[in-house]
């Protein structure tokens, strides 16, 4: 199933001789906790919480009933599901049985989750029906409505019933007693994640049961986990950084307790970390900057902290501002957190040197990471220059899953993923981020692709042309501003392109709303160079300078 990102075979087996990969699945990550403590709080959400034990008897009824459902090995399911236990269980019965989830954001809307069915060619949805943020059993229907492979959809009350009321068939003799059933082995595809994108459709990340299982294992050993710690998860546990760095399932992997919360608001989640004695939280640098400001209004915040021994930043740039002020709200606590879903993950340590903590994003985490600095012509930059980091490893992917048109741009020949990121290495081996060369807009916590809002706002009937660009916001980090060339009609109606109408727009074509421009600025026309015509990655440079020079 991962034709065309697969791993050479003589690497493969380095790989397994080196011990990385190691023949385990993925979803058998909690079985040695749940042998060695049974009894032990697996998993807390805002509802429920089960125990290790619980955890594997809900797997075990999850999978048989998805199994009689009709989901059968290497199928794809596409997972929308909030921070709650059904996330966990789902995912993991899917893979217990073979079946491919696909994690997609709770805010994906009709056009995003269609798209992303067509790449994966997913057979099912498996959607939250009490989603707040409309009918998740209406948006799944008007989904089902337009892909064919389509045939089934989950809520979240059916994984819920299914994986708490006991098997109408005895325990363990559905899915288990198809011997003749072929589970694809762990070097195959475990779950396809979402990129970060920066291209007009989703682009989707194979990861092998051994190649994330090795992710987190390291995650574990760099970061220190042990039983005793609880992960809070903050973020939408979806993501890679709060799955994986080493993230809940790191926290199941060393038999300590994962606690999910559904809810952002800094005087909750302050209270929780108290409550839960929360050891471990990631957080995006906008959440960070709105705890740190927060906690400067409450006297009580640095002692609602006691418990926390790592408080990982990572997603988008840290300034060095803020980690300082971070520094100073949790003392040896802070680490810096640079990853990505397509495997590459750096951190910093805690008893690192302050200098390295507040202004590197760390060091690539295994021995076996191989990174390259270069130049537009793929050739290396000076040693300490800063250039395109390349990244190739044992838990960094070969290609993306059926898109061999953004393989061939996204990896070179020889193995080397392109992150898009611009980066240097300091004499101290470790990595400082300096920007990115992708047209990305990271905003709030997620990443938004440029020339994706471009596409959906190219087609709106008062646009003849437009671009969209990053620009600095004390919140969100970065914001979205799409520059439009509006239709040149005279009698044309330019309220059309306010903002609101945009969004409307956007709303009514089942566009996640964050892609919605946080503003929009009309402009006759875009430079053009003497030479005529110009590619839109350099229109869009071209802008950016024209705005920052304008200021
Ligand atoms: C600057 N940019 C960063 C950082 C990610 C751990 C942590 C984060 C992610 C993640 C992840 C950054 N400073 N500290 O998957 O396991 C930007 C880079 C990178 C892109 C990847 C993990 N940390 N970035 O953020 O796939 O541009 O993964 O290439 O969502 O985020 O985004 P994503």
Redesign the pocket.
Known sequence: MAEGCEWPTDVVESYRRNGYWTGERLDRIADAAAARTPEKLAVIDDHDQITYAELLQRVDRLAASFSRRGLADRDRVILQLPNRIELITAATALMRIGVVPVYCLGSSRRRELAAISHRALAVALIVDATSEDGDGAQLAADVVAEVDSLKDVITSEEIRSASTIPDPVPSGSSFQSRPTQQIAGPDDVAFLQL??GTTGTPKLIPRTHDDYLYSVRRSNEVCGLVQDDVFLAVLPAV???P???P?FLGALMAGGTVVLTESQHPAQVFDLIARCGASIV?L?PPMAHVWANFADMDPAAASKFSSLRLLQ??????VPELARRLVNLVPGAVQ???????GL??YTDPDDDIDIIINT?GRPMSPADEIRIVDHHDQPVPEGDSGHLLARGPYTIRGYFNAPDANHRSFTDDGFYR???IARIRADGTLV?EG?S?D?I?RGGE?ISAEEVEDILLAHPSVDDVVVVAEPDEFLGERSVAVIVAHNEPQHDESALRRASIAEYMRNRGVDAMKVPDRVDLTDSFPVTGVGKISRAQLRTLIREQRSTAK
């Open positions: 990129s970060g993501h890679n950084f799955m994986s760095s993230g990631p995006v930043v990572g997603g988008a740039k840290l810096q957190v640079f990853g990505m879903a397509e993950v750096c994003q992150t898009g990121d981020v990115r992708k990305q990271h990443k």
